[in-house]
């Protein structure tokens, strides 16, 4: 080869050489490229996808705490509403007749003892409008109680069927039928209301105008909520249950703590009747001047309002609420 032929030659075989390089290197470029892109790609949904879906779901479960709070804002407590809160099947006119009998037994009672006009009509308005009602406030306190005692234990069925497989209508209707009261009748109806056509959630903020407390409050809101934005039922039930179990011990502990004020308020509140009984056997004579001169009746009455006044303030100190 001659010399004028060797730039040639070295020209052609870079050219050779470069073409060879193109040839290998552009796909695997290209692959690294497409690569690239589909890592971005990924990461895109992934990222900011992601966050989109959690800030979706939230603004699900806000709108769906809305609209439970929207259907129970307007309940009214209404005598039949009392009535069913107390755990009794009667009717409006059946408390009107109650509450008329109350009234004259009542009367009656007071009328035999004092022979006095306006301390019968006193007795009869107190025997038929405050008695029904107290005795209507007492038996709701009575089942509600019991009902937060059962409550958690209901949960736990749900949350075992759930996971099992079992559909949420069918868990409601076995406790319906093998809980024990005031549970099975709750739930009972609560089966009733979805067999009349009401959807789960409905029939839970029903469940919640008769037993108007934050355990059943909390309950309606998370089957509200999974009913409408969905989730993990079962673990939602789970931790429900065992924060619900976490308060019945608190509130046990705070019982247990109070009970020493709580003895001392009742043996304070007791005192004056001990001793009126005591000194009325000792010495009857002196003591009855109370209840026959006009003087003794002003300081009877003077001394009920202020004792009274000291037993609800003593009442108020030693309640605690969990």
């Known amino acids: 080869m001659s010399a004028a032929q060797m730039p040639l030659a070295v020209g052609l075989a870079a050219v050779a050489a ?5 040839v290998v290197l552009t796909p695997l470029m290209s692959g690294e490229k497409r690569a690239a892109k589909r890592r971005q790609s990924v990461s895109m949904v992934t990222s900011p996808g992601s966050r989109a879906a959690t800030v979706n779901r939230r603004e699900q479960v ?11 804002g307007g309940t009214k407590v209404t005598l039949e509403l009392k009535i069913a809160r107390a755990g009794l099947t009667w009717t409006k006119q059946k408390y009107y007749v109650v509450s008329a009998i109350m009234a004259v037994v009542v009367g009656l009672a007071i009328f035999v003892i004092t022979s006095n006009k306006i301390a019968t009509l006193a ?16 038996l709701r306190k009575r089942r509600i109680n019991a009902f937060i005692t059962e409550l958690p234990t209901a949960i736990d069925i749900i949350t075992r069927g759930v996971r099992a497989g079992i559909p949420v209508g069918d868990c ?6 093998e809980a024990e009261e005031p549970i099975r009748g709750e739930f009972r109806q609560v089966v009733e209301s979805q067999t009349l056509g009401l959807t789960l959630g409905d029939a839970m903020v029903r469940m919640y105008d008769r037993v108007p407390v934050s355990d059943v409050n909390f309950f309606a809101i ?23 179990r976490e308060r019945k011990k608190m509130a046990g ?9 709580k003895a001392s308020g009742g043996i304070i509140a007791a005192l004056p009747f001990i001793v009126a009984t005591l000194t009325y056997i000792s010495s009857p004579d002196y003591i009855s001047l109370l209840w026959t001169t006009d003087t003794g009746k002003m300081a009877l009455v ?16 030693i309640s605690f609420e969990v």
């Open 253 to 261: 502990k705070i019982e247990a703590m109070s009970m020493e004020a």
């Open 123 to 138: 007795a009869i308005f107190a025997g038929g409008f405050g008695l029904p009602l107290y005795v209507l406030s007492f």
């Open 222 to 244: 998370v089957i509200g909520i999974q009913g409408k934005s969905g989730g993990n039922l079962s673990e939602a039930l789970s931790n429900l249950s065992r924060v619900l």
């Open 62 to 72: 806000a709108k769906s705490l809305k609209e439970i709070d929207a259907k129970r």
């Open 302 to 317: 003077g001394s009920a309002i202020w004792m009274s006044i000291g037993v609800f303030t003593m009442k108020k100190m």
């Open 172 to 177: 409601f209707r076995i406790i319906s039928r």
């Open 18 to 22: 470069g073409a060879i390089a193109y």
